[in-house]
C-alpha cells in the first residue's frame, strides 16, 4: 500500500533557481551513486512536477485487514450454521405437513365410517321403536320355557321359536303363498286392481273393482336374549300329577288344600296356576319360609280322595328379560295387502281375494293362507317358524 503526494508550488527564489542557474540541475544531476533514491526526493520536493511515493505498509494496517478478514470468515460461518438450521426446520415442517395431510385423511376415513354407523343404529333405533310401538299395543302375557336338556355341555343354551304377532288394520289381508317367487312378484307389481263379484253375478265394470296395495312384511326377530332368573322364595312346581280321571278344577282344589295344612309342611297358599299340558302346576305361599322346606324333600306324598301319590317338588324360576337385540327379517312367502274398502262381507272378501291372487295371469299362485280384516276392526296375525 502507499499514497500518492500531491504537487507542490515552489518559492520565487526556487523558480529563479529552476530555470536561471544550470548549475542546480547539474548538482542533481551530479548526485553521489549512493544518495540518489534521497536526492530524487528531495529534487521532487522543490519541483512543481506531480510525484508518486510508495510507503510501506504498517503493522496496524496489516492487524486492521487480517481482523477484517477473520470476522468476514466467522459471518460467513454463522450464515452456514443459520442455513443448516433453516434446512432442518424445513424439513421438519415438510414431516409435519405430511403427518398432518395423513391425519386429515384418517380423520375423514373415520368420520365417513362414523356416519355410517351412525345411519345404521338410527336404522336400529327406528326398527326397535317400531318394535315397541308394536308391543305396547299388545296385552301383557305371562311365558313359559320348558324342553329337555340332553347334555350337560347345553344347560346354558337356550332355543328360540318364533311365535310373532303382528297387529293388522282395518282395510288390510296377509296373503301367504306356497312360493315366495310368488310373493316377491305381487310385492313388485305394488298395485292390483281386483274384481269384485257379489255371489254368481257380476257388477257393471266401474263399480267391480278395486285396486289394493301390495307391500313386504317386515318383522323384528330377536337375535339375542338375556333373561335373569330367580328362585321365588314362596313358590313351587309342583310335577308327576296323577291322572285320576277328575277335571282340573278338581284336582287344583285338592291339591291345595292338602298343602295349605301346616301338618304336611305348607301354609296358606295364595294363588295357584296349572301349566296346561305341561302336567305341572305352581302353588304360591302367603308367607316366606314354606317353600324351602319342601323343596329340599324334593319328593312328598300327597293324599287324594282316600289315595297317596308320590309327587315330585321343584324350585319356581322366575325369569325376567332384561336385554333383548332384535333385527329385522323379511317374510319370504307373505304380502301385506292394504287399502281394501269395506264393500263385501267378510268371507265374499276373502274369497275374491283368494281367487284372484291364485291366478297366474294376474302375476299370483297357489295360496297357503289369507287373513282379512274388514274396515273399521282391528285384528292379530301369528307368525310361526316355517319348517316346510
Known amino acids: 500500500m502507499g499514497f500518492r503526494a500531491g504537487r507542490g508550488r515552489g518559492s520565487e527564489s526556487e523558480s529563479g533557481s529552476r530555470h536561471g542557474a544550470p548549475g542546480s540541475g547539474d548538482r542533481v544531476g551530479n548526485a553521489p551513486r549512493g544518495s ?3 536526492a530524487a526526493s528531495a529534487a521532487g520536493m522543490d519541483s512543481e512536477e506531480d510525484s508518486f511515493v510508495r510507503l510501506p505498509c504498517s503493522d496496524a494496517s496489516q492487524n486492521d485487514g487480517q481482523e477484517s478478514l477473520e470476522q468476514l470468515r466467522q459471518e460467513i460461518d454463522r450464515f452456514k450454521e443459520r442455513h443448516s438450521v433453516l ?14 395431510e395423513q391425519r386429515t385423511r384418517e380423520l375423514r376415513q373415520e368420520g365417513e365410517l362414523l356416519r355410517k354407523t351412525l345411519e345404521q343404529q338410527l336404522f336400529l333405533n327406528r326398527d326397535e ?8 299395543a299388545l296385552p301383557e302375557k305371562k311365558m313359559m320355557f320348558k324342553g329337555l336338556v340332553a347334555n ?10 318364533p311365535w310373532i304377532q303382528y297387529p293388522l288394520p282395518g282395510g288390510s289381508a296377509l296373503i301367504t303363498f306356497e312360493k315366495a317367487e310368488v310373493a316377491q ?12 263379484s257379489c255371489g254368481d253375478k257380476l257388477e257393471e265394470p266401474d263399480q267391480c273393482r278395486m285396486r289394493v296395495q301390495a307391500a313386504p312384511v317386515e318383522l323384528l326377530l330377536p337375535s ?10 314362596r313358590s313351587i312346581l309342583v310335577s308327576d300329577l296323577p291322572s285320576l280321571g277328575i277335571p282340573e278344577e278338581t284336582l287344583l282344589d285338592k291339591l291345595e288344600l292338602f298343602f295349605s295344612k301346616t301338618k304336611n309342611g305348607g301354609s296358606e297358599v295364595e294363588s295357584r296356576e296349572f301349566w296346561g299340558d305341561s302336567g305341572q302346576m305352581v302353588l304360591t305361599f302367603t308367607r316366606d319360609g314354606v317353600a324351602e322346606p319342601l323343596i329340599e324333600k324334593g319328593h312328598i306324598q300327597v293324599l287324594i280322595e282316600r289315595g297317596k301319590y308320590k309327587v315330585k317338588i321343584s324350585p319356581c324360576m322366575i325369569g325376567s328379560i332384561i336385554n333383548v337385540q332384535l333385527q329385522p327379517s323379511r317374510c319370504s312367502k307373505t304380502v301385506l295387502l292394504s287399502g281394501i274398502p269395506d264393500l263385501l262381507d267378510e268371507e265374499s272378501m276373502r274369497d275374491t281375494l283368494e281367487i284372484h ?3 297366474a295371469s294376474r302375476g299370483g299362485g297357489e295360496v297357503d293362507a289369507l287373513a282379512y280384516v274388514p274396515a273399521g276392526q282391528t285384528g292379530l296375525a301369528v307368525f310361526v317358524e316355517d319348517t316346510g
Open 152 to 161: 350337560k355341555e347345553d344347560v346354558n343354551k337356550l332355543t328360540l321359536t
Open 129 to 136: 321403536e317400531r318394535a315397541l310401538q308394536m308391543l305396547s
Open 185 to 196: 312378484r305381487i310385492i313388485e307389481m305394488k298395485e292390483h286392481v281386483v274384481k269384485l
Open 87 to 100: 434446512e432442518q426446520e424445513c424439513e421438519e415442517l415438510q414431516v409435519a405437513k405430511e403427518a398432518a
Open 36 to 38: 540518489g533514491r534521497a
Open 357 to 359: 291372487f291364485q291366478k
Open 224 to 233: 339375542a336374549l338375556e333373561i335373569r332368573l330367580t328362585q321365588s322364595s
